[in-house]
């Protein structure tokens, strides 16, 4: 145990009356208790992906802790010179400096919770909030996916083993994570209803609660409009589960019928070999191709933003992604023509 890990533990003094009702099987699940900060915290989130991934965030920081669950933290003993130390774990242990911030962030909003609460002085908040995030970033390179690799990917979906009401709809299930960029858990969302026939638009509620339009390409909407002819309901959610032969999954009929889940379609990239080490590209690093192949036909970052649902440009900006043998020659070509 590094020395700074140990100086942190020293924060974490574990409470019989705790482990009485937390037991290790529920370490992953958010207790309602009103007097605890963590639960004030996740209840102040308005939406659920958000309270998945500030759970996500405090069971990681949990775990780098030593510590078998969120609490056996005893957040009112937790000051600066307890987040600086964990803070120094984390970059000892290579995290980047955006997942670091992002602990840092949920750290200072459960010790806020603390501080309305009661249980931490004014003075040790403070110092808390005090704390900067740290400077710094890393570059990835994510491998993005080419028209080229686009048309082998649903020649592959469409020679795959498998029904043929299948295949429609994971052809569909691409084409909206390529030719649109949206993200897996709103393709999750959609229902048909969301489908504007007449204009070719989707106009659903994506992240942060944002109304979209979206514009279909005409492949993209010829796509989505073989899939919806043989939809098991015609209503409802828009991609639904499916067994083996293409039947409707389980015992589900239109009126409990329910969407495939963001998981699942992550799945559907590892079904089609797009997880794989030497070309890893999931979802996310779909999306991403999508922007790149607007941004390289010449749409502007203003417009970008719009089409991915983006609050910020400099966020659209982190989804561009050139290549930097082409970045370096097109410089060198103007200082050496």
């Given amino acids: ?21 937390r037991k290790s099987n529920m370490k ?7 007097n605890c900060p963590v639960y004030a915290y996740i209840n102040s989130l308005n939406e659920p ?35 600086n130390s964990l803070l120094g774990v984390l970059r000892e242990r290579a995290l980047s400096p955006d997942t670091i911030s992002l602990y840092l962030s949920v750290i200072k909003r459960v010790l806020m919770e603390a501080f309305l609460l009661g249980q931490i002085e004014p003075l040790q908040y403070e110092r808390v909030k005090s704390i900067k995030r740290p400077s710094g970033s890393r570059v990835k390179n994510h491998h993005l996916l080419d ?47 969301h489908v504007q026939q007449d204009t070719k638009h989707l106009k659903f509620i994506g992240k942060g609660n944002k109304e979209r339009l979206v514009k279909l ?33 389980g015992k589900m009929s239109d009126t ?12 559907l990239c590892k079904k089609y070999y797009l997880l794989r080490k030497e070309a890893h590209t999931p979802p996310h690093t ?14 502007d970052l203003k417009t ?6 983006h609050s910020s440009i400099k966020t659209t900006e982190i989804y561009i992604q050139q290549d930097q043998d082409s970045i370096d020659n097109e410089v060198l070509t103007k200082l050496f023509p």
Avoid at 28 to 34: L, P
Avoid at 53 to 72: C, E, F, N, P, Q
Avoid at 169 to 187: N, T
Avoid at 304 to 309: E, I, T, V, W
Wanted: proline letters at 2%; glycine letters at 6%; one cysteine or more.
């Fill in 1 to 21: 145990m590094s020395g700074r890990l140990a100086n942190v533990l020293k924060a974490f003094p574990v409470s019989g009356a705790e482990l009485s009702v």
């Fill in 217 to 249: 390409h005409d492949l993209t909407f010829f796509a989505l409009q073989k899939w919806i002819e043989i939809h098991p309901f015609g209503t409802g959610p828009l991609f639904v589960r499916l067994t083996k032969c293409g039947s409707v999954h």
């Fill in 147 to 193: 028209r080229d690799a686009f048309t082998e990917l649903l020649k592959t979906i469409s020679t795959w083993p498998q029904a043929k009401q299948t295949c429609i709809r994971d052809q569909a299930i691409f084409h909206l994570l390529v030719g649109c960029g949206l993200r897996r858990f709103e393709i999750s969302e959609l229902h048909i209803e």
């Fill in 28 to 34: 992953d699940v958010i207790i309602q208790d009103n």
């Fill in 49 to 83: 992906r958000s309270q998945q991934t500030a759970r996500r965030v405090l069971m990681a920081i949990a775990k780098h802790l030593g510590v078998d669950s969120i609490y056996h933290i005893h957040w009112s003993k937790f000051d600066r010179n307890h987040v």
């Fill in 304 to 309: 970008l933003a719009a089409l991915l649902g």
């Fill in 286 to 299: 779909l999306r991403r191709s999508y922007a790149t192949w607007l941004y390289n036909n010449g749409v």
């Fill in 256 to 267: 409990n019928v329910k969407g495939i889940s963001g998981h699942a379609i992550y799945n």
